[in-house]
Nanobody, 126 residues
Protein backbone atom coordinates (compact mmCIF):
# COMPACT_ATOMS: atom_id res chain seq x y z
CA UNK A 1 0.00 0.00 0.00
CA UNK A 2 2.99 2.27 0.51
CA UNK A 3 4.04 3.54 -2.88
CA UNK A 4 6.45 6.06 -4.32
CA UNK A 5 5.79 7.62 -7.69
CA UNK A 6 8.54 9.32 -9.68
CA UNK A 7 7.97 11.83 -12.43
CA UNK A 8 9.85 14.45 -14.41
CA UNK A 9 12.23 12.35 -16.46
CA UNK A 10 12.75 12.82 -20.15
CA UNK A 11 15.19 13.62 -22.92
CA UNK A 12 17.46 16.62 -22.51
CA UNK A 13 20.54 17.98 -24.26
CA UNK A 14 23.89 18.19 -22.48
CA UNK A 15 23.90 21.24 -20.25
CA UNK A 16 20.16 21.12 -19.80
CA UNK A 17 18.10 20.71 -16.66
CA UNK A 18 15.36 18.51 -15.31
CA UNK A 19 13.51 18.36 -12.03
CA UNK A 20 12.43 14.97 -10.75
CA UNK A 21 9.63 14.53 -8.25
CA UNK A 22 8.98 11.69 -5.85
CA UNK A 23 5.52 11.62 -4.32
CA UNK A 24 4.34 9.36 -1.55
CA UNK A 25 1.10 7.51 -2.11
CA UNK A 26 -0.77 5.80 0.70
CA UNK A 27 1.57 7.12 3.38
CA UNK A 28 3.23 10.33 4.48
CA UNK A 29 6.93 10.89 3.91
CA UNK A 30 7.64 13.14 6.88
CA UNK A 31 8.96 10.25 9.00
CA UNK A 32 11.16 8.91 6.21
CA UNK A 33 14.56 9.67 4.84
CA UNK A 34 14.39 9.71 1.05
CA UNK A 35 17.09 8.95 -1.48
CA UNK A 36 17.50 9.19 -5.22
CA UNK A 37 19.32 6.38 -6.99
CA UNK A 38 20.12 5.68 -10.59
CA UNK A 39 20.98 2.69 -12.70
CA UNK A 40 22.47 2.76 -16.17
CA UNK A 41 22.47 -0.29 -18.47
CA UNK A 42 25.12 -2.77 -17.40
CA UNK A 43 25.94 -0.88 -14.21
CA UNK A 44 25.00 -1.28 -10.58
CA UNK A 45 22.51 1.01 -8.94
CA UNK A 46 24.21 3.93 -7.24
CA UNK A 47 23.10 6.50 -4.73
CA UNK A 48 22.80 9.99 -6.19
CA UNK A 49 21.44 12.06 -3.33
CA UNK A 50 19.46 11.78 -0.13
CA UNK A 51 17.68 13.99 2.35
CA UNK A 52 16.84 13.45 6.00
CA UNK A 53 13.26 13.38 7.19
CA UNK A 54 13.36 17.02 8.31
CA UNK A 55 15.36 18.19 5.33
CA UNK A 56 18.26 19.37 7.47
CA UNK A 57 20.85 16.90 6.20
CA UNK A 58 21.66 16.03 2.60
CA UNK A 59 24.30 14.02 0.81
CA UNK A 60 25.40 13.73 -2.81
CA UNK A 61 27.37 11.48 -5.06
CA UNK A 62 30.67 13.24 -5.78
CA UNK A 63 30.06 13.41 -9.52
CA UNK A 64 26.82 15.38 -9.08
CA UNK A 65 27.90 17.82 -6.38
CA UNK A 66 27.33 21.37 -7.46
CA UNK A 67 24.93 20.29 -10.21
CA UNK A 68 22.12 18.47 -8.39
CA UNK A 69 20.06 19.70 -5.47
CA UNK A 70 17.70 17.61 -3.38
CA UNK A 71 14.86 19.15 -1.43
CA UNK A 72 11.60 18.15 0.16
CA UNK A 73 8.23 19.65 0.84
CA UNK A 74 6.59 17.51 3.47
CA UNK A 75 3.37 19.50 3.22
CA UNK A 76 3.12 18.25 -0.38
CA UNK A 77 4.43 14.80 0.52
CA UNK A 78 7.03 15.19 -2.21
CA UNK A 79 10.81 15.10 -2.61
CA UNK A 80 12.53 16.77 -5.54
CA UNK A 81 15.81 16.39 -7.36
CA UNK A 82 16.82 19.43 -9.37
CA UNK A 83 19.40 18.39 -11.95
CA UNK A 84 21.38 21.09 -13.73
CA UNK A 85 24.15 20.94 -16.30
CA UNK A 86 23.21 17.39 -17.19
CA UNK A 87 25.81 15.29 -18.97
CA UNK A 88 25.56 12.07 -21.01
CA UNK A 89 26.97 10.08 -18.10
CA UNK A 90 23.89 11.06 -16.09
CA UNK A 91 21.73 8.95 -18.40
CA UNK A 92 19.99 6.29 -16.32
CA UNK A 93 16.74 5.20 -14.80
CA UNK A 94 16.28 7.25 -11.64
CA UNK A 95 14.54 5.77 -8.63
CA UNK A 96 13.43 7.30 -5.38
CA UNK A 97 13.41 5.27 -2.21
CA UNK A 98 12.34 5.76 1.39
CA UNK A 99 13.17 4.35 4.79
CA UNK A 100 11.51 5.11 8.10
CA UNK A 101 14.07 6.60 10.45
CA UNK A 102 14.32 8.20 13.86
CA UNK A 103 17.62 10.02 13.25
CA UNK A 104 18.21 13.24 11.36
CA UNK A 105 20.37 12.07 8.52
CA UNK A 106 20.33 9.89 5.42
CA UNK A 107 22.47 7.41 3.52
CA UNK A 108 23.36 6.65 -0.09
CA UNK A 109 23.33 2.90 0.39
CA UNK A 110 20.67 0.97 -1.52
CA UNK A 111 20.55 -1.67 1.22
CA UNK A 112 19.26 0.87 3.73
CA UNK A 113 16.00 1.58 1.91
CA UNK A 114 12.76 -0.35 2.17
CA UNK A 115 10.37 1.27 -0.31
CA UNK A 116 11.12 1.94 -3.95
CA UNK A 117 9.45 3.65 -6.84
CA UNK A 118 9.27 2.24 -10.35
CA UNK A 119 11.77 4.66 -11.82
CA UNK A 120 11.80 7.40 -14.42
CA UNK A 121 14.09 7.51 -17.44
CA UNK A 122 16.54 10.37 -17.84
CA UNK A 123 18.36 10.53 -21.15
CA UNK A 124 21.02 13.15 -21.86
CA UNK A 125 21.99 13.24 -25.50
CA UNK A 126 22.69 15.58 -28.38
Amino acid sequence: QLQLVESGGGLVQPGGSLRLSCAGSGFTLDAYAVGWFRQAPGKEREGVSCVSKRGGTTDYLDSVKGRFTISRDNAKNTVYLQMNNLQPEDTAVYFCAAVRVVFRRCTLSTADYDYWGQGTQVTVSS
